[in-house]
């Protein structure tokens, strides 16, 4: 079954300790993002890559880091999470269809920064 | 930043109703995409309307794009309780290239039986 999976569902954390979200696809999509979504201000995008070792900023990238050694794999990484990065994070992967990028979501990642 | 902006924020309709939704938009695109997400779930993709189209339909989905208003409406026939759902839309903005999505807010649909 084509799908985007993320580990883990849900974490609560504390502030300081790192933490890696992992994100998987099986559908040979060459572009992934991250999302988060907060109420009242939508989904906005962390990271997105284009390929393998190809990275970018999104709109909302302080205080995450991203990798992409390999085509399915996007792990998002906070470092020293705090507070404010409590939130519903979601990754995405794309197809090229038509001219256009059509995202596939995960499911999610309720993360709790206490 | 948000380009897309939808409208109501809320929606509650009876079963069967007809429901509609806007978008509004602030940027030259080169499409737009409406998703739906259930309660907390991760979106689902609807429909894709490229700049050049003016309308189109799936199901009992219909989707219109005005580019000279920079809008769009999503409209959802007979709707039923599984539509009940967050619907949002999604703007590939020209100027930041293909690779770019924004979302809007959203517009939270309730359909009651």
């Known amino acids: 079954e084509a799908q985007v999976t993320q580990n883990p569902r849900y974490l609560i954390t504390v502030t300081g300790k790192k933490l890696t979200v992992t994100c998987s696809q099986n559908?040979?999509?060459?572009?992934m993002s991250w999302y988060r979504q907060d109420p009242g201000l939508g989904l906005r995008q962390i990271y997105y890559?284009?390929?393998?070792?190809?990275?970018d900023k999104g709109d909302v990238p302080e205080g995450y880091k991203v990798s992409r050694k390999e085509k399915r794999n996007f792990p998002l990484i906070l470092e020293s999470p705090s507070p404010n990065q409590t939130s519903l994070y979601f990754c995405?992967?794309?197809?090229?269809?038509?001219?256009?990028?059509?995202?596939?979501f995960g499911p999610g990642t309720r993360l709790t920064v206490t | 930043s948000q380009q897309g902006e939808e409208d109501p924020q809320a929606l509650s309709i009876q079963e069967g109703e007809n429901a509609t939704m806007n978008c509004s938009y602030k940027?030259?695109?080169?499409?737009l995409q409406w998703y739906r997400q259930n309660s907390g779930r991760g979106l689902v993709h609807l429909i894709l309307?490229?700049?050049?189209?003016r309308e189109k339909h799936s199901g009992r989905l219909r989707v219109t794009l005005d580019t000279s208003k920079k809008s769009s409406s999503l409209l959802i026939t007979a709707s039923r309780a599984a539509d009940t759902a967050s619907y949002f839309c999604?703007?590939?903005?020209?100027?930041?290239?293909?690779?770019?999505?924004?979302f809007g807010q959203g517009t939270r649909l309730t359909i009651n039986p």
């Open positions: 995405a992967s794309s197809l090229f269809r038509g001219g256009a990028y059509e995202q596939y």
């Open positions: 559908m040979n999509h060459e572009y």
């Open positions: 890559s284009m390929n393998v070792e190809v990275t």
């Open positions: 940027t030259s695109i080169n499409n």
């Open positions: 309307i490229r700049s050049n189209e």
């Open positions: 999604a703007t590939d903005p020209h100027v930041q290239g293909a690779q770019k999505l924004v």
